[in-house]
């Protein structure tokens, strides 16, 4: 079982990127999504993550209305598109998966993790 993201980089204030959660040895069918990051010095935070079930989605109210979650279920990946991005969106991003059937927001949730990728705002 395992996830991996992908799609980081470096960007201009008010950009956008497109983050991937690849899943292989396992079917995304029956999981949410979560997208998590954190920032040097910081605790790793819930960003946005999007049910297995019926697309039912969650935002940090500061990404509201700036970031979009999103599941593509025939190629077993997840998106997290960012736009309007800021410096303080500066961080490594990470998908997770919580246990089959579940829809959890708080990152204690999660049991499958994948390797993060690294978003820098910066001019």
């Known amino acids: 079982v395992q996830l991996q993201a992908s799609g980081g980089g470096l960007v201009q204030p008010g950009g956008s990127l497109r983050l991937s959660c690849a899943a292989s040895?396992?079917?995304?069918?029956?999981?949410?999504i979560g997208w998590f990051r954190q920032a040097p010095g910081k605790e790793r935070e819930g960003v946005s993550c999007?049910?297995?079930?019926?697309?039912?989605?969650y935002y940090a109210d500061s990404v509201k209305g700036r970031f979009t979650v999103s599941r593509d279920n025939v190629k077993n990946t997840a998106y997290l598109q960012m736009s309007s991005l800021r410096p303080e969106d500066t961080a490594v991003y990470y998908c997770?998966?919580?246990?089959?059937?579940?829809?959890?927001?708080?990152?204690?949730?999660?049991?499958?993790w994948g390797q993060g990728t690294q978003v820098t705002v910066s001019s």
């Open positions: 997770a998966a919580p246990p089959p059937n579940t829809f959890v927001v708080s990152k204690d949730g999660y049991t499958f």
């Open positions: 040895g396992f079917s995304l069918d029956y999981y949410a």
């Open positions: 999007i049910s297995a079930v019926d697309d039912s989605t």
